[in-house]
């Protein structure tokens, strides 16, 4: 589980580990500022993740999320998909 949507939208990052961390909830590899070096990191696999992040955030908006994938599951995506592989892409 990475995400809780309530009636009032997604549940911020900060309250969802706060409510939800003694169930089995996504692995928390990075607090802090979402960087390009972060994205950079995550692309070139140093989070030991198989696929990549979820990233969530919140400003006066609202939460925010996007998803970081790596360059290594990338390739699997153009040796499975070839020419379709950015379906499965972020």
Known sequence: MFDVQTCEGIVAPEQF???FSSVNIARIVYRGKLTGKFIE????GRYSVDE???CK???ASGVW???VKTNAYMNRLKQ???DDW???WE
Not at 41 to 44: L, T
Request: aromatic letters at 10%.
């Open 41 to 44: 990191d995550v692309r070139a």
């Open 57 to 59: 955030g919140r400003n």
């Open 86 to 88: 950015e379906n499965y």
């Open 52 to 54: 990549g992040v979820v």
């Open 17 to 19: 580990i706060q409510d």
């Open 80 to 82: 499975a998909f070839k």
């Open 65 to 67: 999320m996007v998803k």
